[in-house]
C-alpha cells in the first residue's frame, strides 16, 4: 500500500518538497505519495492531526510552522517518540514522523546544510571561521550542525543585535559549546576580519535587500553561502564582486534536508545529486 506523506505551509504553492521527494521514490524504489498542504494560519495543530486519522506516516513543515510542530512534536497531547534530537536546538522542527499513536519531531535543516557544504562542494567545515547572517528560524536550526561540524569561532551577524546574543545563550548552554567562541556582531560594524565560510540565513534576499557587509569580509577561497534558492540575491551578487572564491545559493541545502527526512521515514538515503542536478535545470 503507498504510504502518504505531505509538507504543511502557509504559503505553500512554490515548494518543490513535492518533486524532490517523487524523484527520491522514484530512485529509491519507495512507494509514497508526497503532496503539498495549505493549512490556515490558525490550523496547523489540526491539519496535523486529519493527517494523522488518513493514515499518512510523516510530514514536512515549513513557514511559518515550524516552531508549532516543535511543541506538538514536544507537549501537544501525542507522546514524543524521539528526544526530538536536533529539533530542541531550534525549538523548531521540520519534519514529523507519525508512528503508532506517537510523533516524533527532528530538524533537518541543519544537517543538510552541513552535508551540502561538506559533501557536495568537498569543504570540510572543521576548523573554518565562519560568519552566520541571521537569527531568525533559519540560522536557529543551522547552528547546533555547523558547530558541532567545525567545532571552530563562529560570529553571528544579525539585525536585531539581541536575536543573535539570545541563541548564543541558548546554545551555549551545551557543555560541548561551552569552550567554542560564538560572538555577537552588531549590524554595521563588522570590521576588518576575514572569513572562510559566510552564511546568509537572513531573508533579505526575498526583498532584495543588500547586507552591510564590507568589501574584505571573504577570507581567500572562502565559500558563500545564501540559503534562499531560486534566484540570485543581492549577498549572491555581492559575493561575487568581492572575492569569494565559491558561491551558492540554498537549492543543495534543500534538496540534502529533504534526503534526511526522507531516511528518516524510510530509512533509504537518496542519492541527492542527480536530483539537485535536475532541480537546476527547472530553474
Ligand atoms: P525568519 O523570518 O525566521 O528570520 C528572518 C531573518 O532575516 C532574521 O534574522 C531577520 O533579522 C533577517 N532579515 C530579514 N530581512 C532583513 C533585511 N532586509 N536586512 C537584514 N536582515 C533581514 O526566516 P527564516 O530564518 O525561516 O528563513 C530565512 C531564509 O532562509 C529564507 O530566505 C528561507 O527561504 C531560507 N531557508 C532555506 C532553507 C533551505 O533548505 N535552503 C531552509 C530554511 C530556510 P531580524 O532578526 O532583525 O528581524
Known amino acids: 500500500m503507498t504510504d502518504k506523506y505531505a509538507v504543511i505551509g502557509n504559503p505553500i504553492s512554490h515548494s518543490k518538497s513535492p518533486q524532490i521527494h517523487t524523484m527520491f521514490a522514484r530512485q529509491t524504489g519507495q512507494d509514497i505519495s508526497y503532496e503539498a498542504i495549505l493549512a490556515p494560519l490558525d490550523g496547523f495543530a489540526a491539519t496535523v492531526e486529519r493527517l494523522r486519522k488518513e493514515g499518512y506516516k510523516g510530514c514536512n513543515v515549513t513557514v511559518p510552522f515550524k516552531f508549532e510542530a516543535f ?103 551545551h557543555e560541548k559549546f561551552r569552550l567554542v567562541s560564538i560572538k555577537p556582531v552588531e549590524f554595521g560594524k563588522l570590521g576588518s576580519e576575514q572569513f572562510d565560510i559566510v552564511i546568509n540565513a537572513t531573508s533579505a534576499g526575498l526583498t532584495d535587500s543588500e547586507l552591510p557587509l564590507p568589501a574584505t569580509i571573504f577570507a581567500p577561497g572562502a565559500l558563500a553561502y545564501d540559503m534562499m534558492y531560486g534566484r540570485e540575491t543581492p549577498f549572491m551578487k555581492f559575493a561575487r564582486a568581492n572575492g569569494a572564491a565559491i558561491v551558492s545559493d540554498g537549492l543543495g541545502m534543500l534538496v540534502e534536508q529533504a534526503a534526511e527526512s526522507f531516511f528518516i521515514w524510510r530509512g533509504v538515503r537518496p542519492d541527492t545529486a542527480p536530483v539537485i542536478s535536475a532541480l537546476r535545470k527547472l530553474q
Open 71 to 173: 511543541k506538538i512534536a514536544s507537549n501537544y497531547g501525542f507522546e514524543v517518540m524521539d528526544a526530538v534530537e536536533s529539533g530542541h536546538e531550534a525549538d523548531a522542527v521540520n519534519t514529523l514522523l507519525f508512528k503508532d499513536n506517537k510523533i516524533g519531531g527532528y530538524n533537518t535543516d541543519g544537517t543538510g546544510l552541513v552535508n551540502d557544504i561538506e559533501k557536495n562542494f568537498k569543504i570540510p567545515l572543521k576548523g573554518k571561521r565562519i560568519l552566520l547572517i541571521g537569527a531568525g528560524g533559519a540560522a536557529a536550526g543551522v547552528l547546533h550542525p555547523l558547530l558541532e561540524a567545525s567545532q571552530s569561532p563562529l560570529a553571528i551577524y544579525n539585525r536585531t543585535l539581541e536575536k543573535a546574543e539570545g541563541l548564543i545563550k541558548k546554545v551555549t548552554q
